[in-house]
């Protein structure tokens, strides 16, 4: 009997050394907020690594460190909050209530993150008269993002103006947009996302989405709404407008079937009151995500590409409690007609949830995982 209690006895440190030995190593490797929990079905590990625009790299390294034979499932969050599971064999799982209920007990935002700041550039550019033929504006930002609670964070940072012979905006070092995000999964395949502050594009004000996406379906629904108004910056100097400005654009996308290639029907009123419609071709690759986009609107008719990679090199220093890093996200869009604001809209400093989910589908995750 002595012998059974002592081997049980020995089969649980074994199992908490494993599993300490697995969090210390995805700790060591960049990763944040890692939880285990252990369930009829396995050990189920809780993760996020900021490093990465697709989850699916972070769950590729997450199988790496693996320190015993035990069956693991994976979950991914985004934002402090969780999305999707995965298999071994990355068949996506749904988040069940009581794994949502140790989550909520276990995530410790200020404990279970870094202090990280990121690095990005943000430009514009356009083609413009005989005496100035290409007018651009490049400015440095350094912003850090602060979890206050599940889903909910204070985005924040400084501007450092590098050229500018695009627009009359001065030269001086001023904030960099800011404002409180919040992100959340109420229920599985629904999604939500709410910004209040400055955003890019000389916006500030309150910005919703909402998103039906079922992430083993070819199909997702989305709804944006803003209310916002013009504000500029220079220095300590403000320039703003009211906030009376409604943006309303409804879309659904399309897995075509054609390997890692979306399309996306766009239609309500962008900025400026102006109404109409926009197509996007979208293609995901490994290393980025490259598009194709036509639109029609009061304004006018106009095209573009765009393109979203991470930048070069990621991680520059890192401790236990800090880290200074380049964008997990840099995204470059440039339009034909450069003059007039067709189906324009406005980033808010967060990716938007149509291209946050579209790296969480099963299909996507899984091609990356056939790449290893």
């Known amino acids: 009997m002595n012998r059974i209690l002592a081997f049980i006895v020995l089969l649980v440190f074994a199992a908490e050394a494993s599993s300490q030995q697995l969090k210390d190593s995805l700790r060591q490797s960049g990763f944040e907020n890692v939880l285990l929990y252990p369930s009829v079905e396995g050990e189920q590990v809780i993760f996020e690594n900021r490093i990465y625009r697709n989850p699916g790299f972070s769950l590729i390294q997450a199988m790496n460190p693996k320190a ?23 068949q996506i799982l749904e988040v069940e209530q009581e794994l949502r209920s140790f989550y909520q007990e276990a995530n410790k935002p200020f404990k279970n993150y870094r202090w990280q700041f990121r690095i990005q550039p943000r430009l514009a550019n356009r083609f413009g008269f005989y005496t100035d033929p290409f007018q651009t504006k490049f400015n440095i930002i350094l912003d850090t993002r602060i979890y206050f609670a599940r ?16 627009d009359n905006q001065g030269m001086k070092l001023r904030a960099a947009p800011t404002m409180l995000h919040y992100f959340n999964q109420p229920w599985n395949d629904h999604f939500i996302a709410a910004s209040v502050g400055g955003f890019y594009n000389d916006r ?28 500029w910056l220079n220095g300590f100097e403000k320039y703003s407008t009211s906030m009376n400005e409604l943006y309303l654009v409804a879309d659904t996308e399309w897995r075509t079937g054609i390997q890692n290639t979306s399309l996306k029907l766009s239609a309500g009123q962008f900025l400026y009151e102006d109404k109409g419609v926009r197509l996007d071709l979208i293609k995901q690759f490994a290393q980025a995500e ?16 765009q393109f979203a990679f991470s930048l070069f090199p990621g991680s520059i220093l890192r401790g236990k409690k800090m880290e200074l890093r380049t964008t ?40 990356l995982g056939e790449l290893r």
Do not use: C
């Not at 889903?151 to 695009?166: D, E, F, H």
């Not at 004000?205 to 709804?223: K, T």
């Not at 440039?334 to 990716?351: C, D, K, L």
């Open 204 to 231: 500030y004000g309150l910005d919703l989405e909402y998103r039906y996406a079922d992430l083993r379906s070819n199909w997702s629904f989305g709804l944006g709404a803003g209310l916002t108004g013009f504000y």
């Open 68 to 90: 015993s034979e035990e069956k693991y499932e994976y979950f991914p969050l985004h934002h402090n909050n969780l999305v999707a599971g995965y298999s071994e064999d990355f």
């Open 151 to 166: 889903g909910l964070s204070l985005q924040t940072g400084l501007s450092i103006p590098v050229n500018n012979n695009y």
């Open 290 to 305: 490259v598009g194709l986009y036509a639109s029609r609107t009061d304004i006018g008719t106009t095209g573009g590409f």
């Open 328 to 367: 997990e996200e840099y995204r470059y869009e440039y339009t034909y007609n450069n003059e007039q604001p067709v189906a324009a809209s406005y980033r808010i400093g967060m990716p938007r949830l149509s291209n946050v989910l579209r790296n969480y589908h099963q299909d996507w995750v899984r091609f």
